[in-house]
Nanobody, 116 residues
Framework: QVQLVESGGGLVQPGGSLRLSCAASGSIRDFNSVGWFRQAPGKQREFIAQVANNDNTNYADSAKGRFTISTDKSKNIMYLQMNSLKPEDTAVYFC??????????WGQGTQVTVSS
């Protein structure tokens, strides 16, 4: 089974930027879509952004204008560029993929903390 491994989380000041990466052990061209979710303490996991196999993108309202999802299909990596970060963006961020059989795969998560 394909594995997803996130990296790039950390501590950043409000207004700062981070780029998260998610490396897939297989070809991301084989997925219907790939995306990012996050889960803050005491809250449910929420959708952030996704990109479909046809390169169409979709964003949560909280991410529009600040976050950008992209993929490098030659390296089987997906990215989430996050700008203008706010304390409320603090969460564990998960990458995810939907397979051709409509199974959802998850990475292990990476912590993002926005604090001064």
């Amino acid at each position: 089974q394909v594995q997803l491994v996130e990296s790039g989380g950390g501590l950043v000041q409000p207004g700062g930027s981070l780029r998260l990466s998610c490396a897939a052990s297989g070809s991301i061209r084989d997925f219907n879509s790939v995306g990012w979710f996050r889960q803050a303490p005491g809250k449910q996991r929420e959708f952030i952004a996704q990109v479909a196999n046809n390169d169409n993108t979709n964003y949560a309202d909280s991410a529009k204008g600040r976050f950008t999802i992209s993929t490098d299909k030659s390296k089987n990596i997906m990215y989430l560029q996050m700008n203008s970060l706010k304390p409320e963006d603090t969460a564990v961020y998960f990458c995810s993929a939907v397979t051709r059989l409509l199974a959802r795969l998850w990475g292990q998560g990476t912590q993002v903390t926005v604090s001064s």
